[in-house]
C-alpha cells in the first residue's frame, strides 16, 4: 500500500447519529487551511445540508500559549464527500479521497461485525439481567443501610431517596401508571385539595401522595416549606426509599410475569 496514503488515514468517529468527520481531520489529509473547509462549507450549505444538517463542536486543543479552541464541523459519509468535490484535486486531494471513503467502509464494517443481531430470546434475557442487576444493586444498599434504619426512619438525607418519576423511568413504566398502580394497591393513597393559580387566574387542583401506614418504611415523605400549604398542612412530596425501590421493582416485575404467564395461556392472537 501507498505509504502516503497510509500516513493519511482519516480518524472517523462513532456517534450517536452514525459515522462522521471532522473538517479538521478533511483539512489536515487535504493539505489545506482549516478555514478554507469551513468557507466551503459555508459557501455549499444549500447542497451539503440534503445529506443532513451539519453538526458543530467546540473543541479544546493545547498551544505553547496554552490551551485554545476551535470550533469544527461533523460531517457524515456523503457530506464529507461532496465537500472533497469542490476542492483542487490535487495529488494529496486524490489520496485523501480514496483513503477517506476507505476509512467510511472499514469503520462500517467494523462496527457491523461488533453488533450481531439479537433474537427475541435474546433481548428479553437481557432486560432480565439489567432489571436483576438493578434489583441486586438495591438489596445491597439495603443491607449497607440496615444498621442506621432507626436513623433514616426519622432523618433521611434527600439525596438517599429516589423520586417516584426517576423509579418510572428505570422501570420502564409512566409515571401516572406507577402511582396509580401503587394506590390501587395501597401502598400509597392520594389527597386532594385546590388553590388559586396567579398563572391561570383560576382554582386548580392540588394533590398530595402519602404512604399508607404499613407501607411507611418504602417512601420518605420530603417536605416542601417553600410550596404552598396543603390543606393548612406543610406540603410535602414522596419519594422511595432504598427498600421501597426494591420492593416497588419486585412487585411490577411480579405482575409483569403474571401477565406474561396469561397471554402464553392464550396463546397467539388471530
Do not use: C
Amino acid at each position: 500500500m501507498d505509504n502516503a496514503l497510509e500516513t493519511r488515514r482519516p480518524v472517523i468517529e462513532s456517534r450517536g447519529s452514525g459515522l462522521a468527520v471532522t473538517s479538521e481531520t478533511i483539512a489536515q489529509g487535504a493539505g489545506i487551511e482549516h478555514r478554507a473547509v469551513l468557507q466551503l462549507l459555508k459557501t455549499h450549505t444549500n447542497g451539503i445540508e440534503r445529506f443532513g444538517r451539519v453538526a458543530f463542536e467546540v473543541r479544546t486543543f493545547e498551544t505553547a500559549g496554552g490551551p485554545q479552541s476551535k470550533n469544527v464541523a461533523l460531517l457524515n459519509e456523503p457530506q464529507a464527500t461532496l465537500i472533497m468535490t469542490f476542492m483542487k484535486n490535487t495529488a494529496q486531494v486524490v489520496n485523501f479521497k480514496v483513503a477517506l471513503v476507505q476509512a467510511f467502509y472499514e469503520m462500517a464494517e467494523q462496527l457491523t461485525d461488533q453488533r450481531s443481531p439479537m433474537s427475541e430470546d435474546d433481548i428479553v434475557a437481557q432486560a432480565l439481567q439489567i432489571t436483576s442487576a438493578r434489583v441486586k444493586a438495591l438489596e445491597s444498599k439495603v443491607e449497607q443501610d440496615a444498621p442506621k434504619v432507626d436513623y433514616v426512619d426519622t432523618f433521611v438525607a434527600d439525596e438517599d431517596l429516589i423520586s417516584l418519576r426517576t423509579l418510572a423511568s428505570d422501570l420502564k413504566i409512566g409515571e401516572t401508571q406507577l402511582r396509580a398502580l401503587l394506590v390501587d394497591k395501597k401502598w400509597i393513597y392520594k389527597q386532594e385539595s385546590s388553590r388559586y393559580s396567579e398563572k391561570k387566574g383560576r382554582t386548580v387542583p392540588v394533590y398530595r401522595y402519602s404512604a399508607t401506614a404499613d407501607k411507611k418504611k418504602y417512601f420518605h415523605a420530603v417536605l416542601a416549606h417553600d410550596a404552598p400549604r396543603f390543606k393548612g398542612e406543610v406540603m410535602h412530596t414522596l419519594k422511595a426509599t432504598a427498600q421501597g425501590a426494591v420492593a416497588i421493582t419486585r412487585l411490577l416485575n411480579g405482575l409483569r410475569r403474571d401477565m406474561h404467564s396469561i397471554q402464553l395461556a392464550k396463546g397467539p392472537t388471530s
